[in-house]
């Protein structure tokens, strides 16, 4: 058995998902259930033996160690995390609390468990640690691409929380042993992204004949990788990752924001035109941009190919593709998420913009 934490998330879920499907291999799930955690997008494993689905905090010291013993996984992926940077901006304590003390309470609990385990347990035991590119902070135009080497430089709540998570795992295994992998990832997009990040905020918004809201200029660039492609690296590494390294894991698809809003446009104006005719392009509304917005991220995923023989199998223009028709198939998970909450959430966020 593995155990996943946040594996009711956005990334946690999908990989949850993808690893039943192609292994035996029971998955513990330990999930919080905050705004963005959502039981539904695992309603395809209900009824299934193989997956145990627990509700807690990575904190809960004592829920975490009563799992441990009880169940006995055989390694721990960590995806649990506060991820979105404007919800840091509004709210930063819960932020600290979930991605840096419970990371910390977590790791603990992981040591005490690892350090009691007999010695061929102990040598095969992993916890892989799931954190972003957004840790090595901004990128002018002409930069070299984030490499594993790069310094830690975070410029939002968000991504200092997660770098701080990403130091603490570093020092447990340097300190203490704990045979530890860590992942940083650049975008996703994909099913079961929570509509208040860029891509499903647009699709959700513009068939709902609501503003397309671009911050700034629209200029900023991101790489992009399609959330299955995320799964299938974090699963190799697992499997081959040297205990103490770091990967970063990218999909080689850097655009910037306008573009990736432009070609959501133009997939729907395609699966699922407007009544009157018109582009979904016409819904598009520049508002003021976010405090100390990052320009450019680019990540160099050249070792986690050299190393684990590891890259994308989706280009962009796949990917985004069936991202777009997977939320036109799915129009009653869409609605249950978009919950008094979350209006409330994208009221306080983008009024204040327009």
Known sequence: MILVTGGAGFIGA????DWLAQSDEAVLNLDKLTYAGNQENLASLHGDARHVFVQGDIGDQELVARLLAEHQPRAILNFAAESHVDRSIHGPEDFMQTNIMGTFRLLEVVR??????????????RFLHVSTDEVYGSLVQGDPAFSERHQYEPNSPYSASKAASDHLVRAWHHTYGLP?????????????HFPEKLIPLMIVNALAGKPLPVYGDGMQVRDWLYVKDHCSAIRRVLEAGQPGEVYNVGGWNEKPNIDIVHTVCT??????????????????????????????????AGKIERELGWKPAETFES??????????????????VQSGAY????????????
Request: aromatic share 14%.
């Open 14 to 17: 999908n990989f949850v998902l």
């Open 112 to 125: 005490a468990y690892w350090q009691d385990m007999k010695v061929e347990a102990r040598s095969a035991f």
């Open 180 to 192: 530890v992998l860590t992942t940083n990832c650049s975008n996703n997009y994909g099913p079961y």
């Open 267 to 300: 997939l729907l104006d395609e699966l699922r035109p407007r009544l009157d005719g018109k582009s979904y392009r016409e819904q598009i509304t520049y508002v003021k941009d976010r405090p100390g917005h990052d320009r450019r991220y680019a990540i160099d």
């Open 319 to 336: 990917g985004i593709r069936k991202t777009v028709q997977w939320y036109l198939d799915n129009p009653d998970w869409v609605a249950h």
């Open 343 to 354: 209006r409330e959430w994208v009221q306080a966020n983008y009024a204040e913009r327009v």
